[in-house]
């Protein structure tokens, strides 16, 4: 078990953290036909929106209820129902999340209050109306993401009837569009339905959709999330989606099921457990072809992994996960940053965990001589500083394609990473070896003279 500790450093210079409204937009995202608003000033959502259409290269349906210097005094009430009416109205959203930022949680207005007593109260005609307490000065990427999964889980009438076979996914914000579908795939493999909340691999997982849409695309339909509390039974991945997953599992009254993480043979084989001991099924043969190759990629690895030394700074979720299994095949963590605390990096099976920032990282990558850095693409000048080579990962890529095209869960998942880590350092330690056949030190001195001596002379011999 890992002890937290904080950084060096009073304040944050190159900050590792993202704020909470842009962790509860993120989760809006995977909802189908949905907008996510902040409420706020122009600015809180202008920034949000260029870091998240510069990770996802999508069009990234973001509003703003525009609060400016007059309106954050004397109220901004009427600004975020104006800006409720205007989106209503022109982009016809099924479902629109309300987000907190700094400013309005300064003011102290009662955002839901206000909300409760207006058109777009819970239970009346219109677009489903999620709203969601998300301070940016407080906690971050990951909180936001697990208030604003509570709203929705919040939101979700108790039905009473359960509906047999489905399955409700709840999953974290570190896992991409691939990494669900292979737990969506993994849970539908044992018979089960899963409904995946929030589903990014429907929304933003970089399909080309047919016709522009001020709305996402795709996600988890209105009608699938108000039904959600029909299912048989709950899953969990990722322990920002607990909390949300157990109240689900409270009102529906069913089992819940919940892991930190998926990556890795043996907490893979934990969820596989549990779905058998849930379904009284047996794993398919896709299944335990994929367990054999992801066992044969453990030893193959450990021959480029064992020993390395790995520096870390992910979302807290990502962070146990990728160091849990880099740690499985021998590699050591000499550093581990996280953002901000959480109770899952406790769990982690090294020594540290840091809360700090990209400057922790810098000073402790190259301090313990750290030969692979993963991190996002904001750790490259860390892993340039400590000469080691990067493996870009997390929140936001915008050095490298497909980043909501890897895995990271499940068999197939950690196979992938696997074979990223090691091929990334492979890749490094051959770029930077002395070459095997080094040209010849040019002579020097009396060597030299002797040097052109010879080559004079045959000269003369060649005439």
């Known amino acids: 078990m890992a002890r937290v500790t904080t950084g060096g450093h009073r304040a944050a210079f190159d900050p590792l953290k993202h704020s909470q409204p842009l962790g509860?937009?993120?989760?809006?995202?995977?909802?189908?036909?949905?907008?996510?608003?902040?409420?706020?000033?122009?600015?809180?959502?202008?920034?949000?929106?260029?870091?998240?259409?510069?990770?996802?290269?999508?069009?990234?349906?973001?509003?703003?209820?525009?609060?400016?210097?007059?309106?954050?005094?004397?109220?901004?009430?009427?600004?975020?129902l104006s800006a409720l009416d205007t989106i209503n109205e022109r982009q016809r959203p099924d479902i629109i999340g309300v987000l907190t930022t700094g400013l309005t949680e300064v003011t102290e207005e009662d955002m839901f209050g206000v909300l409760g007593a207006s058109r777009y109260a819970p239970g009346s005609r219109g677009p489903l109306v999620v709203a969601v307490s998300t301070p940016d000065f407080h906690g971050g990427l990951s909180d936001g993401w697990s208030a604003a999964l509570r709203g929705i889980v919040a939101a979700v009438p108790a039905t009473g009837?359960?509906?047999?076979?489905?399955?409700?996914?709840?999953?974290?914000?570190?896992?991409?569009?691939?990494?669900?579908?292979?737990?969506?795939?993994?849970?539908?493999?044992?018979?089960?339905?899963?409904?995946?909340?929030?589903?990014?691999s429907g929304s933003l997982d970089g399909h080309l959709a047919a016709n522009w849409?001020?709305?996402?695309?795709?996600?988890?339909t209105l009608d699938a999330l108000l039904g959600l509390a029909g299912c048989e039974v709950v899953v969990a991945v990722g322990s920002a989606a607990a909390t949300a997953a157990g109240e689900l599992a409270g009102k529906a009254g069913?089992?819940?099921?919940?892991?930190?993480?998926?990556?890795?043979?043996?907490?893979?084989?934990?969820?596989?457990?549990?779905?058998?001991?849930?379904?009284?099924?047996?794993?398919?043969?896709?299944?335990?072809?994929?367990?054999?190759?992801?066992?044969?990629?453990?030893?193959?690895?450990?021959?480029?992994?064992?020993?390395?030394?790995?520096?870390?700074?992910?979302?807290?979720?990502?962070l146990v996960a990728v160091g849990s299994l880099l740690y499985d095949v021998g590699a050591e963590i000499v550093t581990a940053v996280s953002p901000t605390d959480a109770?899952?990096?406790?769990?982690?099976?090294?020594?540290?965990?840091?809360?700090?920032?990209?400057?922790?990282?810098?000073?402790?990558?190259?301090?313990?001589g750290?030969?692979?850095?993963?991190?996002?693409?904001?750790?490259?000048?860390?892993?340039?500083?400590?000469?080691?080579?990067?493996?870009?990962?997390?929140?936001?890529?915008?050095?490298?394609?497909?980043?909501?095209?890897?895995?990271?869960?499940?068999?197939?998942?950690?196979?992938h990473l696997l074979v990223d880590a090691a091929n990334r350092l492979l890749?490094?330690?051959?770029?930077?070896?002395?070459?095997?056949?080094?040209a010849a030190a040019a002579p020097t001195g009396a060597a030299a003279a002797e040097r052109l001596e010879q080559d004079e002379h045959l000269e003369e011999l060649a005439c």
């Open 24 to 80: 509860g937009a993120l989760a809006f995202l995977g909802l189908a036909r949905c907008i996510p608003m902040l409420h706020g000033a122009q600015g809180c959502s202008a920034f949000a929106k260029a870091l998240l259409t510069r990770h996802f290269r999508e069009p990234i349906p973001l509003q703003s209820s525009a609060i400016n210097d007059v309106s954050a005094v004397l109220g901004s009430s009427e600004s975020l």
């Open 161 to 200: 009837v359960t509906v047999p076979g489905r399955a409700a996914v709840l999953v974290g914000p570190t896992l991409t569009a691939v990494d669900i579908d292979e737990i969506a795939d993994l849970v539908r493999a044992f018979g089960l339905d899963p409904v995946v909340v929030p589903d990014l």
């Open 213 to 220: 849409s001020p709305v996402t695309t795709g996600g988890t």
């Open 254 to 318: 069913v089992p819940l099921i919940a892991h930190d993480h998926l990556s890795g043979l043996a907490v893979t084989d934990l969820l596989v457990t549990d779905l058998i001991r849930h379904t009284g099924a047996t794993a398919p043969e896709a299944v335990r072809r994929w367990r054999r190759r992801l066992a044969d990629g453990l030893m193959d690895s450990h021959f480029v992994l064992g020993g390395a030394k790995v520096a870390l700074a992910l979302e807290p979720d990502q």
């Open 343 to 368: 109770d899952v990096l406790r769990q982690a099976p090294w020594e540290e965990v840091v809360v700090g920032d990209f400057v922790d990282l810098a000073e402790r990558a190259a301090a313990a």
């Open 370 to 415: 750290a030969e692979l850095v993963v991190a996002s693409s904001h750790g490259a000048d860390a892993a340039a500083g400590a000469g080691a080579a990067h493996l870009t990962m997390g929140f936001p890529v915008y050095d490298r394609m497909g980043a909501q095209l890897r895995a990271t869960s499940g068999y197939r998942g950690s196979l």
């Open 427 to 438: 890749e490094h330690r051959e770029s930077h070896r002395p070459s095997r056949h080094p």
